[in-house]
C-alpha cells in the first residue's frame, strides 16, 4: 500500500488529533528484516555532488563531467540554475546519469523566512529546481526544507516550511520528481521520528527524505535513522565524520577527514540499507575535506571513488 493511500484510510482516526500529540511509532515506520538478514543486495551506483567539486572554477561542466566518469563515477549530481544546455551536453558527452539535483536557494532563500517576498523567492527557486530536474531526468532534487534561529520558532518553522513545500507538490507530482528533505545542521527536524512524521503528512508521494550520513554522527547513529525512516530515503549523501576532530577542534572539523578514517560505522550504515531496501540506486559522494597536495584526477580517483567501492563492499 502506497503511503498516501494508507494515509487517506487513516484520516478520519487523525482528524482529532493535534501537530504535539502525533507521534511515529519506530516499530511502525522500520522496515528492518527480522531475521537481521539482507532482504536484499545492493548494487549501488556512485555519484557526485558537484557543488564539491575541487576547485571547480578552473574546469568547465564539460571538463569536471569528463574527470569524473574517468574516476570511476555513474553519475552527476548538479545544483539547481545551471546552464541547462551546458549541463545537458556534458550528460550526453559522458553518459554520465543525474539522478538528483540540488536546490540552490534555500540557504539563501529559506522558505522559513518571517518575510514574504524572501519565502517566495525560495518558492521561485524550488520550482525551477523541479524543472531542472525534469529536463535532466532526475528522479530527486535536494531540499534545505528551513531553518530554527532566534527570530524563527521551531513550531513557525515547521508549519511555514510544510505549508510553502505544499505549495509545490502538485507540481512535483505532476512531473514525477520527488522533493527530499535533507537532514543538515539548522536545528530542525532533529529525530527520525519527527523526520518521518514531517514527510508523512504531505500525504505524497514525491516527498521523501535525503539523508546524510555524516551529518548525523554528531548527534546520532546514521543506521538508527535508515532503520526509521525506511522506505521515505530517497537518495543518500555518503560523507565522513570524525568524533575524535569534532572533540578536539569543534563540531565543524569532524567533517574534515578522509572516507574510511572517520568514525562511520559503515558495515552497520550499510546493513542497515539492505535492511530497509533502499531502492535509491545511487549513493551521492559529498566529500568534506581534500588532501590538498594531490592533484584532483588523483583525489577524486583513489580518495573518493575507489573508496566508495570499499564502503559499499561492507
Given at each position: 500500500m502506497k503511503r498516501r493511500e494508507f494515509l487517506q484510510k487513516g484520516s478520519a482516526g487523525l482528524a482529532g488529533l493535534t501537530m504535539g500529540s502525533m507521534l511515529v511509532n519506530p516499530e511502525t515506520t522500520s522496515a528492518k528484516s527480522k531475521t537481521g538478514k539482507p532482504v536484499q543486495d545492493l548494487s549501488l551506483k556512485k555519484g557526485y555532488m558537484l557543488g564539491t567539486?575541487?576547485?571547480r572554477n578552473e574546469y568547465t561542466v564539460m571538463q569536471q563531467f569528463q574527470m569524473l566518469q574517468t574516476a570511476g563515477f555513474h553519475g552527476v549530481e548538479p545544483d539547481s540554475g545551471m546552464d541547462?544546455?551546458?549541463?545537458?551536453?556534458?550528460?550526453?558527452?559522458?553518459?554520465?546519469?543525474?539522478?538528483?539535483?540540488?536546490?540552490?536557494?534555500?540557504?539563501?532563500?529559506?522558505?522559513?523566512?518571517?518575510?514574504?517576498?524572501?519565502?517566495q523567492a525560495g518558492l521561485d527557486g524550488l520550482e525551477i529546481a523541479l524543472e531542472d530536474a525534469h529536463e535532466y531526468g532526475a528522479a530527486r532534487l535536494l531540499l534545505v526544507p528551513g531553518r530554527v534561529t532566534d527570530e524563527i520558532?521551531?513550531?513557525?518553522?515547521?508549519?511555514?516550511?510544510?505549508?510553502?513545500?505544499?505549495?509545490?507538490?502538485?507540481l512535483a507530482e505532476e512531473l514525477e520528481v520527488t522533493i527530499a528533505i535533507e537532514n543538515v545542521w539548522n536545528r530542525f527536524l532533529l529525530s527520525p521520528m519527527e523526520a518521518a512524521r514531517y514527510v508523512d503528512e504531505f500525504n505524497s508521494d514525491y516527498v521523501g527524505w535525503y539523508f546524510d550520513i555524516g551529518n548525523i554522527l554528531n548527534y546520532g547513529w546514521p543506521?538508527?535513522?535508515?532503520?526509521?525512516?525506511?522506505?521515505?530515503?530517497?537518495?543518500?549523501?555518503?560523507?565522513?565524520?570524525?568524533?575524535?576532530k569534532r572533540n578536539s577542534e569543534?563540531?565543524?572539523?569532524?567533517?574534515?577527514?578522509?572516507?574510511?578514517?572517520?568514525?562511520?560505522?559503515?558495515?552497520?550504515?550499510?546493513?542497515?540499507?539492505?535492511?530497509?531496501?533502499?531502492?535509491?540506486?545511487?549513493?551521492?559522494?559529498?566529500?568534506?575535506?581534500?588532501?590538498?597536495?594531490?592533484?584532483?584526477d588523483r583525489w577524486l580517483k583513489e580518495y573518493v571513488s575507489d573508496r566508495m567501492d570499499t564502503i559499499f563492499a561492507k
Open positions: 567539486f575541487p576547485d541547462r544546455s551546458e549541463v545537458l551536453a556534458a550528460k550526453e558527452e559522458t553518459g554520465l546519469e543525474i539522478p538528483s539535483i540540488v536546490v540552490s536557494t534555500h540557504w539563501s532563500q529559506p522558505l522559513t523566512s518571517p518575510d514574504p517576498s524572501v519565502r520558532a521551531y513550531d513557525t518553522a515547521y508549519k511555514r516550511s510544510q505549508e510553502e513545500i505544499s505549495k509545490m507538490v502538485p543506521e538508527h535513522w535508515i532503520r526509521i525512516l525506511g522506505e521515505r530515503i530517497s537518495m543518500i549523501h555518503i560523507k565522513e565524520y570524525s568524533m575524535e569543534g563540531p565543524g572539523a569532524g567533517f574534515r577527514t578522509n572516507y574510511l578514517e572517520g568514525d562511520n560505522n559503515w558495515s552497520e550504515i550499510m546493513q542497515a540499507l539492505r535492511d530497509v531496501g533502499y531502492s535509491g540506486e545511487y549513493g551521492i559522494a559529498e566529500p568534506a575535506y581534500r588532501e590538498q597536495d594531490i592533484p584532483h
